[in-house]
């Protein structure tokens, strides 16, 4: 955080070239473009116009500010909103699909039911899983989330609950309760074709 803008683009430009050292051709971009935020509207082609630069280097550069707009852009995004186990299914099909074993997963949300951030918080055999509540809210409160949702997988297809879903499940709720974090929902995420309710999850 000390260093000055130029010296910061100096670090990603690297070695510089010959004629062209990195802190030259750092000086060079700031004066060209004006302004950093100016700089991060930049593109490979941009880049490229600048002696010293070379294409490999304009597009690391170029990548790197593309990175810095997208931060920029997700840290205003208020998240996708989870108000629904049909769409905490729709989220988590992807990653359970094809799975041989059962993973299971805990989500962060704020008090909107907007997503924060999304862990693997488990991976166990075909036939049980570990799913402790220590786990599930040790990310839970290192998001400072107000509220979670508990997910795992059946690699059968078939999302009915079994007993010991159940216990874990009255287990994560008296947990809950404890930490101050609402648990909003347990879904077991399987597939529509092998659910006999033809739904692909089940909702707790």
Known sequence: RALLDAELIELLIGAGTKGAPASVVASALLAEAGTLA?????????????????PAKAAELAA????????????QDPGEKLD?????????????????VEKCWVLCLNRRNRLLALHEVSSGTA??????????????LKHAASAAIVAH?????????????????RQLREAAKFMGIDLLDHVIVGHPTDDPQHRGYYSF
């Not at 790197?64 to 840290?75: D, P």
């Open 38 to 54: 100016a700089l991060a509207t930049w593109d490979t082609h941009d880049f490229g116009r600048v002696h010293g630069l070379g």
């Open 64 to 75: 790197a500010m593309e990175l810095a707009r997208r931060i920029r852009e997700r840290a």
């Open 84 to 100: 629904a186990p049909a769409k905490v299914w729709a989220r988590l099909e992807p990653f359970a699909a094809g799975l041989a």
């Open 127 to 140: 036939t049980s899983s570990l799913l402790h509540p220590r786990e599930v809210f040790r990310h839970a």
């Open 153 to 169: 997988n059946h690699p059968s297809g078939d999302p009915t609950p079994s007993s010991a879903d159940v216990q874990v499940t």
